[in-house]
């Protein structure tokens, strides 16, 4: 049995965690979620710490926890969707795992972010144009990281997750 990681990366809204969540089950291993961890460790939500400390804060502090959780060996963890954009984090993430791009349409982000209160980032009046703006700044990013990636706007998540463990496991030679 392989201890490889397999890592999620893709803008936000495009099912990282779901998919993680599904992976992790399929392959009886542990899941992170690295936002989930920071909210764990400070005690606060994502937006409070965009509140009192901003972006840079957040993105320090992303930094450290990608650091510690690129560490483990044998899981499966969604990055957040700006995690790419810091040359350490895209390092530690190409260094020791599997990655995957969940690749969505932005009108699809759109349509499951809608009700969303816990993204900052889209704490705007036209987040679509805010949308486009992080696609385009990060799709090279996320390409440079991907070992594979899968469009997640159209698919079922059950579909999904098949086509990436074919992948996985043919890379891997995991029976
Ligand atoms: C962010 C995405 C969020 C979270 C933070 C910033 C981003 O994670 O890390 O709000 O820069 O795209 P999800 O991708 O899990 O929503």
Do not use: W
């Not at 089950?25 to 992170?32: D, E």
């Not at 460790?41 to 992303?62: A, K, L, W």
């Not at 969604?78 to 791009?101: D, H, Q």
């Amino acid at each position: 049995m392989t201890s490889e990681n397999i890592y999620l990366i893709g803008l936000m809204g495009a099912g990282k965690t779901t998919i993680g969540r599904q992976l992790a089950k399929a392959l009886k291993l542990p899941f992170y979620d690295s936002d989930k961890a920071i909210e764990e460790s400070t005690g606060v939500d994502i937006p409070t710490i965009f509140e009192f400390e901003g972006e840079e804060g957040f993105r320090d502090r992303e930094q450290k926890m990608i650091q510690k959780l690129t560490q483990l060996q044998g899981i499966v963890l969604a990055t957040g969707g700006g995690a790419i954009l810091r040359e350490e984090n895209r390092n530690s993430l190409k260094g020791n795992g599997y990655v995957v791009y969940l690749q969505c349409p932005v009108d699809r982000i759109l349509e499951r972010t809608r009700r969303d209160t816990q993204r900052p980032l889209l704490r705007t009046d036209n987040p679509k144009e805010r949308l486009q703006q992080l696609l385009e700044q990060r799709q090279p990013l996320y390409l440079s990281c991907a070992d594979f990636k899968i469009d997640t706007g159209v698919l079922k998540s059950k579909t999904v997750v098949s086509r990436i463990l074919e992948e996985y496991k043919e890379v891997n030679h995991y029976e």
